[in-house]
C-alpha cells in the first residue's frame, strides 16, 4: 500500500487500518530514514531519535489530524468562505468532507452546502415569521416522490350488522401527486463590511438574510403558488375542487361565517387546528366580531403561538393569507413537503461594487394530501361594488 492510499485512510477515519499498513512499510521507512539523515534532508530534531520512534511519532501525529479534522466546525468553515477568508488544511478537508467536492481556490464555482446548524436556524426564522409553512410536512427524498392524496370515503362508514354478519370494507378513492421538485433561487448582496465581522456575528447576519428573502416567497406560495414553475399553493387547490366545498364566500365577514368555517373541518383533523390572518384581518376583523349577545368571540390570550383564539382555537398571524381573508386548518396533517436538492450557497465577490453576493438555490415541491383539513373564508366585493 502507497503512502497515498494510507494517507487516504487517516481522510476516511480508518486510523486503525492506516496504523496497521504504516507497521507494513516500517522496514521501508527504516532504510528511507538512513539515507535522509546521511543526505542531511531530515529534521536535525530526529536525528537523536531511534527510526522506530520516529515512525511512532508520525502515527501520533496522524491520529491527531484526524482528531482536529473532526473538531474543525464545518459551521466555521462555511464561513471564512462566505466571508472570503483563507481556510487552512483542517478547514479544506472539512469543506471535501461535507461537500463531497475537492476544495478549489475558486469556492464560487460550485455550490456551498448550508451547514445544518446554521439551516436549523434560518428555518426556525422562517417559521416564526410564516408559522403556516412552518408546520406543514418536510420530507427530504432525492429525486421525485409520489404520495397518495385522498379524495373521498365511497362506501364502509360504520353500521350495526346481525351477529355473523361481515362489515362491509372501507372503499376509499385516492389520487396520487409526485412531488417533483421546483427551483427556488434568491440573491444577497451585502457590503464588504461584513469581512469585519465576526464568525459569530456572521452565521447570525446571514440567517437573518436569508429567512427574510426565502421566507417571504416561501410563505406566500404555501397559499397562493400557482403550480406554474412553483409549487401549487392551498387556496389554489381548494378554489378547483368541483363546488369548492371547503370555501365558504361572504361579503363581509361575520359570526356565522367563521362557524360554517369551522363546521368544514374533519374531526380527524381538529386537533390541531388554527386560524391564519393577516395582522391587519385579525385586529381590525376578528377583534372586533361578536355573538348573539353582542359578546367578542376573539379571546386575547397568548397560547401555542396564537395571539388569541376563537371557538377555543389559536389564532395566528401569518402574511401570507390574502389581506381580509381567513384559512382555518392543520398544516402538519394536511400538506407534504419534499426537498430533493438541499439548500445550498454560491458566493461571488464584485471589487467594483465592493459588495458579495449570495445565492441561495434549492429545489422544493409540496402538495396538499387532506383538503378536509382545511377550510377558506374567502372576501369577494359586494353586489354593485367597485371591487376596489
Same mark, same amino acid.
Given at each position: ?13 480508518n ?14 521507512n ?6 535522509? #539523515?546521511?543526505e ?9 531519535? #531511534?527510526?522506530e ?18 473538531k474543525? !466546525? ?17 478547514? #479544506? ?5 461535507v ?6 481556490h *475558486? ?19 422562517i ?15 432525492? $429525486?421525485?416522490?409520489? +404520495?397518495? *392524496?385522498?379524495v ?34 434568491k440573491?444577497?448582496?451585502? !457590503? ?17 438574510? +436569508? ?20 409549487p ?6 381548494? !378554489?378547483?375542487? !368541483? ?12 359570526? *356565522? ?13 381538529a386537533?390541531?387546528?388554527k386560524?391564519? @390572518?393577516?395582522? @391587519? ?43 381580509g ?32 453576493r ?14 378536509q383539513?382545511?377550510?377558506?373564508? #374567502?372576501?369577494?366585493?359586494?353586489a $354593485?361594488?367597485?371591487?376596489?
Amino acid at each position: 500500500m502507497t503512502i497515498d492510499e494510507i494517507k487516504k485512510l487517516i481522510k476516511a477515519g480508518n486510523v486503525e487500518e492506516a496504523n496497521a499498513a504504516m507497521d507494513k512499510l516500517e522496514e521501508e521507512n527504516k532504510q528511507l530514514f538512513e539515507e535522509k #539523515k546521511l543526505e542531511g534532508v531530515e529534521n536535525k530534531a530526529l536525528e537523536n531519535k #531511534k527510526p522506530e520512534e520516529v515512525i511512532e511519532l508520525k502515527k501520533v501525529e496522524k491520529v491527531e489530524d484526524v482528531k482536529n479534522n473532526a473538531k474543525t !466546525s464545518y459551521e466555521n468553515v462555511f464561513a471564512k468562505i462566505l466571508m472570503g477568508r483563507d481556510l487552512d488544511l483542517q478547514d #479544506k478537508l472539512k469543506f471535501e468532507e461535507v461537500n463531497n467536492a475537492a476544495y478549489t481556490h *475558486q469556492v464560487a464555482n460550485q455550490p456551498i452546502l448550508i451547514p445544518e446548524t446554521t439551516m436549523a436556524g434560518i428555518l426556525s426564522l422562517i417559521e416564526e415569521q410564516h408559522p403556516f409553512y412552518g408546520e406543514i410536512r418536510k420530507l427530504n427524498v432525492r $429525486g421525485n416522490l409520489t +404520495i397518495k *392524496q385522498h379524495v373521498s370515503v365511497d362506501a364502509g362508514d360504520a353500521a350495526f350488522v346481525d351477529e355473523g354478519t361481515p362489515a362491509t370494507d372501507e372503499k376509499n378513492t385516492f389520487a396520487e401527486i409526485t412531488l417533483t421538485g421546483f427551483e427556488l433561487a434568491k440573491l444577497v448582496r451585502v !457590503s464588504f463590511k461584513l469581512e469585519a465581522m465576526s464568525i459569530p456575528e456572521f452565521i447570525s447576519y446571514i440567517q437573518v438574510e +436569508i429567512a427574510d428573502r426565502v421566507g417571504r416567497t416561501l410563505g406566500n406560495a404555501v397559499f397562493n403558488g400557482t403550480g406554474v414553475k412553483q409549487p401549487k399553493g392551498l387556496l389554489t387547490v381548494l !378554489s378547483a375542487q !368541483s363546488g369548492t366545498p371547503q370555501v365558504v364566500t361572504t361579503t363581509e365577514v361575520t359570526y *356565522q361565517d367563521l362557524t360554517a368555517l369551522r363546521s368544514k373541518i374533519a374531526s380527524q383533523f381538529a386537533p390541531g387546528i388554527k386560524f391564519y @390572518a393577516q395582522s @391587519a384581518t385579525i385586529w381590525n376583523t376578528l377583534a372586533n366580531i361578536v355573538d348573539g349577545n353582542k359578546r367578542p368571540i376573539f379571546i386575547r390570550e397568548v397560547v401555542d403561538g396564537g395571539v388569541g383564539t376563537i371557538f377555543g382555537v389559536p389564532v395566528v398571524e401569518d402574511d401570507g393569507v390574502p389581506a381580509g381573508e381567513v384559512v382555518l386548518g392543520n398544516p402538519a396533517a394536511g400538506v407534504v413537503q419534499n426537498t430533493n436538492e438541499p439548500f445550498s450557497i454560491q458566493t461571488e465577490r464584485s471589487v467594483v461594487d465592493r459588495e458579495t453576493r449570495y445565492q441561495g438555490y434549492t429545489v422544493l415541491d409540496w402538495a396538499v394530501t387532506y383538503t378536509q383539513a382545511f377550510a377558506h373564508l #374567502k372576501v369577494t366585493a359586494a353586489a $354593485g361594488g367597485t371591487g376596489e
